[in-house]
């Protein structure tokens, strides 16, 4: 995969983080949820449309299992008032595939019971949401982390690219990649 | 094979994909990349860093050292920014 720049001490520090989550004994990477993996509800989607994220969430807090429900919105900023509306461009073939596997590999980590990852493409004016993560477990540590950790992979592996239109009427620049969100990959370590 | 192109990349290759037979002797993706930088102004302005270029077969990201026998589609594209 395209993410390999990562330093394996930054990993192994972060590391620690999902081994909290798993029962004592196992590797770190198994959460310990081979059993529960069939069950766990995935919704993830790619779409122009605006993003109910009561329904979502709502969906995800409906079962007794659940202690905790954390969910992350991104939105367009207005960057000063300068901004009129950001573009995304995405792979449409790729962008769902790549987004499912990365919520599989989150529901590998942690024991999860929901996970929903929702990215919009086309024309977002400023104050409208761009994404949407959420995830559901029994504690709040899985949920924390699980939604980190999606938020972290959807934005440097998942095929969607941001350019900027100004109130002037100018189209700007492809927004640059910045090596903060590679290195917040990395601290997971691979995909 | 078919090429695709987004972002940038597509803006500079000025296509957003096409169909390629490779020359004898581009086997791998890194092979790919320079063949493609090779063959235009708009090909080199597209590609003229190959190695921030990010690409993926068939739906999956891959480092510049796969092979690229037996891919239907092969697309290259800026590192993303999405989120």
Redesign the interface.
């Known amino acids: ?4 720049r990562n330093s394996a001490d930054l990993a192994a520090t972060m590391y620690d983080g999902a081994r909290e989550t798993s029962p004592a004994g196992k590797a770190p990477f198994d959460s310990g949820a081979d059993t529960q993996r069939s069950e766990i509800a995935f919704d993830i989607r790619v779409q122009a449309e605006s993003i109910d994220a009561r329904a979502v969430t709502a969906a995800l807090s409906g079962s007794g299992a659940v202690g905790a429900l954390v969910t992350f919105t ?1 939105y367009c900023r207005d960057e000063g008032g300068r901004l009129k509306a950001l573009e ?4 449409p ?2 962008a769902q ?2 987004i499912e596997k990365i919520a599989r590999e989150a529901a590998s980590r942690w024991p999860l019971i929901g996970v929903a990852a929702i ?1 919009r493409y086309g024309l977002i004016a400023p104050s409208e949401e ?2 949407l993560v959420a995830c559901s477990s029994a504690h709040r540590g899985a949920a924390f982390e699980a939604a980190s950790f999606l ?1 972290d992979f ?10 900027e239109h100004l109130k002037d009427g100018t189209v700007g620049g ?4 910045k090596d903060t ?1 590679d290195a917040a990959t990395g601290r997971w370590h691979q995909l | 094979m078919k090429l ?1 192109y ?3 990349v597509r803006e500079r290759i000025g296509l957003a994909e096409e169909e390629v037979a490779l020359p004898a002797g581009v086997v791998t993706v890194g092979d790919l990349l320079l063949w493609l930088k090779g063959r235009g102004e708009t090909y080199d302005a597209a590609l003229q860093a190959p190695e921030i270029i ?3 077969i068939d ?5 510049h050292s796969e092979p690229l026998a037996g891919a239907k ?1 092969v ?1 290259i ?7």
């Open positions: 995969m395209a993410d390999t991104g995304l461009e995405h792979y073939g790729m595939k790549q990215h761009i994404v938020m959807m934005k440097t592996s998942a095929p969607f690219w941001k350019r492809w927004v640059e990649a969100d | 695709a987004f972002a940038w990010r690409v993926a739906h999956e990201h891959v480092d589609e697309a594209f800026p590192p993303m920014t999405g989120g």
